[in-house]
């Protein structure tokens, strides 16, 4: 069974830092792009960022760029790097994977999601 596992996720204080992991389980994404999209109640799921299979290249969204780092050690496991959190930024974070190497930023392209873990920032 392919799994996706997030963690990482908590409370913390505007200004302050987190890193949420994602580890893969069941197969290799080695030739899949990686992505972390976030969701709040009542709203889309909405891309956050994204890194490509080779793991060169990497697309941020708008709000988060020069804050935020996904990158990917290894075949199995990826990381979003979150400094200067903003209470705008509390959600629930989902890690994602799609064969489509170049890495969209649509969600509808991703073919397999973690659970998602709650990051909470307070102002």
């Known amino acids: 069974q392919v799994q996706l596992v997030e963690s990482g996720g908590g409370l913390v204080q505007a200004g302050g830092s987190l890193r949420l992991s994602c580890a893969a389980s069941?197969?290799?994404?080695?030739?899949?792009?990686m992505g972390w999209f976030r969701q709040t109640p009542g709203k889309e799921r909405e891309f956050v960022a994204i890194i490509t299979s080779s793991g060169r290249d990497t697309t941020y969204a708008a709000t988060v760029k020069g804050r935020f780092t996904i990158s990917r050690k290894n075949v199995v496991n990826t990381y979003l790097q979150m400094n200067s959190l903003k209470p705008e930024d509390t959600a629930v974070y989902f890690c994602a994977a799609t064969p489509i190497g170049g890495g969209p930023t649509n969600a509808r392209w991703y073919t397999y999601w973690g659970q998602g873990t709650q990051v909470t920032v307070s102002s």
């Open positions: 069941g197969r290799t994404f080695g030739d899949y792009a």
